[in-house]
């Protein structure tokens, strides 16, 4: 790769070592201000799916009318494919040094990359609420064991978003040292939680025959929502290790993502199926979790949720930190600008602003609205992420001229036809196919009883498109050997890596 360091065109902000507060936005990291280790990275990503929103997600198989044993099957077979996408776009950040939606420019061009935006700000946002919601209800479950009455909603959403604006304002170093302390306490207590609910939670006869229990539309609903829970963190996974040195490997950023991640989500999805198993679909994660720690002992499921609440805001507080970068890319993609911390500020503010109005006026159908939300993240980024992931490790290898993605008029062009086109057929192919719920079915969806396989449709369509594309009418920067685009001088960059 080119040395990035002396290149000119590329954005830049002093930074304030005076306020701790780090003012580097969608800036490259240059290889003096990269830091920290590795290892990070599983703690980090453990502790961001170690939450209930993620408990969550382990009851839609329960739901469709599969007993235990096989929601188990679907949640470990979907966090595993969902994960192996996102923890390839993790490897990516030491290597870019840029926010991921940044890197998106060189797929679909400076402008062309905002397509993929709306998607990612309705994940944020949605997800936000969602875990406000529940970090409030968990703070009442607290508070009313404690002095017998609850705190009203709103004052805990101000309370509670204040805390996460600050947090995120302060920045990445911070915000991955929070997650360590975490992933340390919820090993202590959910720890305990998970083995006391297994020894006493009687689950209903047949939860874990496997000749038994078995429904097409259960499965490959937990599957596509395991899945969905993963390839949901893609879009910005490589802003949490983008100040790492670039020297870190490709293999040892994948495999230090891949197993915080799924361990942090496989145990939380099976841990909801079983409590969700033994108090009933229709209870909410907080009640279930709740119930579940006082059976174990009485008083339990005070320190449970005092460990869930702060869990719930961290996650807040990462996609806070990323809406924010993706605000100011798109800030800079209609007009360029040098960002500053005073960007970060206007960005987080808004963003803490229309979660509380979104959590205080959104919907309280709690279920409903995270599975919908859930399904269309996961259409908007299966197109999004085949294309940025060949477009890295087939069609370009790692080769990228980083300061021409800071250039309206650079060599990756205001639009790229090549992403544009495979990521737009994408979708329209995989719209017959989509199962949202009340919102809307496709004609082949419904023809085999509301199953949607959209992911297996949009995968290969929009990675075979771009791979097509760009083998028949190479985009600027593509170096090529033989004929094959992609292949670098020197046997290429990702070689060296171990890849």
């Given at each position: 790769m080119?040395?990035?360091?002396?290149?000119?065109?590329?954005?830049?902000?002093?930074?304030?070592?005076?306020?701790?507060?780090?003012?580097?936005?969608?800036?490259?990291?240059?290889?003096?201000?990269?830091?920290?280790?590795?290892?990070?990275?599983?703690?980090?990503?453990?502790?961001?799916?170690?939450?209930?929103?993620?408990?969550?997600?382990?009851?839609?198989?329960?739901?469709?009318?599969?007993?235990?044993?096989?929601?188990?099957?679907?949640?470990?077979?979907?966090?595993?494919?969902?994960?192996?996408?996102?923890?390839?776009?993790?490897?990516?950040?030491?290597?870019?040094?840029?926010?991921?939606?940044?890197?998106?420019?060189?797929?679909?061009?400076?402008?062309?990359?905002?397509?993929?935006?709306?998607?990612?700000?309705?994940?944020?946002?949605?997800?936000?609420?969602?875990?406000?919601?529940?970090?409030?209800?968990?703070?009442?479950?607290?508070?009313?064991?404690?002095?017998?009455?609850?705190?009203?909603?709103?004052?805990?959403?101000?309370?509670?978003?204040?805390?996460v604006f600050v947090v995120a304002l302060v920045g990445y170093t911070l915000i991955h040292a929070i997650q360590r302390v975490l992933t340390v306490l919820f090993l202590m207590v959910f720890g305990v939680l998970t083995v006391g609910a297994v020894l006493i939670v009687d689950l209903p006869e047949g939860s874990f025959d496997p000749g038994s229990g078995f429904v097409w539309l259960a499965f490959l609903a937990q599957f596509s929502v395991a899945?969905?829970?993963?390839?949901?963190?893609?879009?910005?996974?490589?802003?949490?290790?983008?100040?790492?040195?670039?020297?870190?490997?490709?293999?040892?950023?994948?495999?230090?993502?891949?197993?915080?991640?799924?361990?942090?989500?496989?145990?939380?999805?099976?841990?909801?199926?079983?409590?969700?198993?033994?108090?009933?679909?229709?209870?909410?994660?907080?009640?279930?979790?709740?119930?579940?720690?006082?059976?174990?002992?009485?008083?339990?499921?005070?320190?449970?949720?005092?460990?869930?609440?702060p869990g719930l805001l961290s996650v807040t507080v990462v996609n806070t930190y990323c809406a924010g970068l993706t605000l100011i890319t798109v800030m800079d993609s209609i007009k360029p600008l040098r960002p500053t911390l005073r960007h970060r500020v206007f960005v987080i503010l808004l963003v803490v602003i229309v979660v509380f109005l979104g959590a205080t006026y959104g919907s309280s159908n709690f279920l409903e609205m995270f599975q919908n939300l859930i399904l269309i993240m996961l259409y908007c980024f299966v197109p999004w992420t085949a294309i940025n992931l060949l477009d890295f490790y087939t069609v370009r290898r790692g080769e990228y001229e980083i300061s021409e993605m800071f250039k309206p008029a650079g060599i990756y062009g205001q639009w790229n036809w090549r992403g544009l086109v495979a990521y737009v057929a994408s979708l329209t192919a995989m719209v017959p196919f989509f199962s949202i719920g009340e919102w809307f079915t496709g004609p082949i969806a419904e023809s085999i009883g509301g199953i949607d396989i959209a992911m297996f449709i949009g995968l290969p369509v929009s990675g075979i498109l771009y791979l097509v594309f760009n083998r028949y009418w190479p985009a600027a920067g593509v170096r090529q050997k033989k004929g094959k685009p992609g292949a670098k001088a020197g046997d290429g960059f990702l070689a060296d890596q171990g890849v």
């Amino acid at each position: 790769m080119t040395d990035l360091n002396d290149k000119e065109g590329i954005q830049m902000s002093t930074r304030t070592q005076e306020t701790g507060l780090e003012t580097r936005s969608i800036d490259f990291i240059p290889e003096q201000e990269r830091h920290g280790k590795v290892w990070h990275l599983g703690p980090m990503w453990f502790a961001v799916n170690a939450n209930l929103t993620i408990l969550a997600t382990g009851v839609f198989g329960l739901m469709y009318g599969a007993n235990l044993f096989w929601s188990f099957v679907a949640a470990l077979l979907g966090v595993s494919v969902g994960t192996f996408f996102m923890a390839f776009h993790s490897a990516q950040g030491p290597q870019l040094g840029m926010p991921q939606m940044l890197q998106s420019r060189a797929q679909f061009g400076y402008r062309g990359a905002l397509i993929v935006v709306p998607g990612v700000l309705v994940m944020y946002l949605g997800y936000n609420i969602v875990n406000t919601q529940l970090a409030a209800e968990a703070t009442n479950v607290i508070v009313d064991q404690v002095v017998g009455q609850s705190v009203n909603a709103e004052l805990l959403y101000v309370l509670m978003l204040a805390l996460v604006f600050v947090v995120a304002l302060v920045g990445y170093t911070l915000i991955h040292a929070i997650q360590r302390v975490l992933t340390v306490l919820f090993l202590m207590v959910f720890g305990v939680l998970t083995v006391g609910a297994v020894l006493i939670v009687d689950l209903p006869e047949g939860s874990f025959d496997p000749g038994s229990g078995f429904v097409w539309l259960a499965f490959l609903a937990q599957f596509s929502v395991a899945a969905a829970s993963q390839m949901g963190w893609a879009p910005y996974v490589a802003d949490y290790s983008r100040y790492l040195p670039s020297k870190v490997g490709v293999r040892a950023t994948f495999w230090w993502t891949y197993l915080g991640s799924m361990t942090g989500a496989i145990w939380m999805m099976w841990l909801g199926a079983l409590t969700t198993a033994a108090a009933g679909v229709d209870t909410g994660p907080v009640v279930a979790v709740r119930e579940a720690a006082e059976g174990i002992f009485p008083g339990f499921g005070i320190p449970v949720m005092l460990v869930a609440v702060p869990g719930l805001l961290s996650v807040t507080v990462v996609n806070t930190y990323c809406a924010g970068l993706t605000l100011i890319t798109v800030m800079d993609s209609i007009k360029p600008l040098r960002p500053t911390l005073r960007h970060r500020v206007f960005v987080i503010l808004l963003v803490v602003i229309v979660v509380f109005l979104g959590a205080t006026y959104g919907s309280s159908n709690f279920l409903e609205m995270f599975q919908n939300l859930i399904l269309i993240m996961l259409y908007c980024f299966v197109p999004w992420t085949a294309i940025n992931l060949l477009d890295f490790y087939t069609v370009r290898r790692g080769e990228y001229e980083i300061s021409e993605m800071f250039k309206p008029a650079g060599i990756y062009g205001q639009w790229n036809w090549r992403g544009l086109v495979a990521y737009v057929a994408s979708l329209t192919a995989m719209v017959p196919f989509f199962s949202i719920g009340e919102w809307f079915t496709g004609p082949i969806a419904e023809s085999i009883g509301g199953i949607d396989i959209a992911m297996f449709i949009g995968l290969p369509v929009s990675g075979i498109l771009y791979l097509v594309f760009n083998r028949y009418w190479p985009a600027a920067g593509v170096r090529q050997k033989k004929g094959k685009p992609g292949a670098k001088a020197g046997d290429g960059f990702l070689a060296d890596q171990g890849v």
